[in-house]
């Protein structure tokens, strides 16, 4: 059965080798469970840049604007340290979102038992944690104008503008909301409407959607705040929404409760598409690891479960999902870890493509 278009881009870096694990994982998908995928492959990044010039050709940002889904594997690398800002590799991820308006990230947060002693909490703290942070994507002081290093007086001054719109917190409040329901649903707003008042206009908007939602539990915490509470008791939280620099922030606190950056996938998604599904573009939360490239050392899970949200969130195929998710915490509960995952005495690091074996062959258990 044909489920729908999805485009690769591996880029740099280690991108290449843990998306080849992912490219089995589709290929074992319509082998074994008749699920095929339209599959292209195209350059981003610093690989977009060396055969064309620029980070991400005109013709690949035509691609990404017609398939069901992205998947990126990584961009950057020293080699590209350099170049002028205009042609840096993370600008073809940046143009990417952009031009796709994928204005819903969408960061997990979620611990296996097998791991939970690789974080820096206490095992009782960590063990079973499932959270989800959301956070807008495409607008606030990132992209808010005026913005620039400018002379004032006899000094100089730099200046980034935190601008939110109704539309803007109201659509990505929506998308949080909507993730709730399929969850515990609980959701927190974190801002600053203390000191801020994109903050204020951020929490009224919110609490305004939540009257569409009455089945969620609302509940307002200072960013700040939120952050120590994330180190503290982060299992209080389900679903987590907030605005860009926070989501910034609070995501990267909330991916070292887990251990590893290795481990974590992300979804960004965007408006409706004619066929009803989201413009959507996942990649692992980790970046390019120029270190490890090219050694089989790279940890595949994270690119792998960013192809599982994919299954979850553009093509509703949620029970394949969890079977890929199960699969993952199957290998990793027989003690099956990369070197990134190192730690346990007499344990000894299984490559990229042994990992992605290991999983391969968990699912074939699953049928």
């Known amino acids: 059965m044909s489920v729908g278009s999805i485009l690769i881009l591996p880029g740099d870096g280690i991108g290449p080798e843990v998306m080849a694990e992912v490219r089995r994982i589709i290929d074992w ?37 017609e398939v069901d889904a992205v998947l990126l594997g990584a961009v950057g690398g020293p080699k590209y340290d350099d170049l002028d800002f ?47 942070i959301v956070r807008e994507l495409t607008s606030g002081v990132y992209f808010g104008e005026p913005r620039g290093i400018f002379e004032e007086g006899n000094e100089r001054v730099g200046i980034n503008t935190q601008r939110y719109t109704e539309s803007e917190i109201d659509r990505v409040a929506r998308s949080a909301f909507e993730l709730a329901m399929k969850r515990d649903k609980r959701l927190c707003s974190m801002e600053k409407a ?64 887990t251990g590893s950056l290795g481990m974590l996938p992300s979804a960004s998604l965007g408006a409706p598409m004619e066929n009803g599904r989201p413009k959507a573009l996942y990649e692992p939360v980790h970046g390019s690891a120029p270190d490890i490239a090219g050694q089989g050392k790279a940890n595949p899970i994270a690119c792998i479960t960013s192809f599982a949200m994919a299954l979850r969130y553009s093509f509703d195929l949620g029970e394949e999902a969890d079977r890929l998710e199960a699969a993952v915490e199957t290998v990793l509960a027989d003690g099956k870890r990369t070197a990134d995952l190192l730690g346990d005495e007499g344990v000894t690091p299984v490559s990229t493509s042994d990992m992605g074996d290991a999983i391969l062959a968990a699912l074939d258990a699953s049928l």
């Open 29 to 65: 998908y319509a082998d074994k469970r008749d699920l095929s995928f339209d599959v292209s492959e195209d350059l981003v990044g610093g690989a977009a840049y060396d055969k064309h010039g620029v980070p991400l050709a005109d013709e690949t940002m035509a691609k990404a604007q």
């Open 194 to 257: 203390n000191v801020m008042e994109s903050g204020i206009l951020w929490r009224e908007i919110v609490t305004e959607v939540a009257r569409d939602y009455p089945e969620v539990e609302l509940s307002h915490m200072y960013a700040d705040a939120g952050a120590m509470q994330l180190t503290r008791w982060p299992k209080q939280f389900d679903v987590i929404v907030t605005d860009n620099l926070f989501g910034d922030i609070l995501s990267d606190v909330a991916a070292m409760l």
């Open 86 to 132: 205009s042609v840096k590799p993370e600008r073809g991820l940046l143009r990417l979102r952009k031009e796709m308006d994928l204005f819903s990230n969408l960061r997990p947060a979620q611990c296996f038992d097998a791991l939970a002693h690789f974080s820096s909490l206490k095992e009782e703290v960590i063990a079973g944690l499932d959270i989800m």
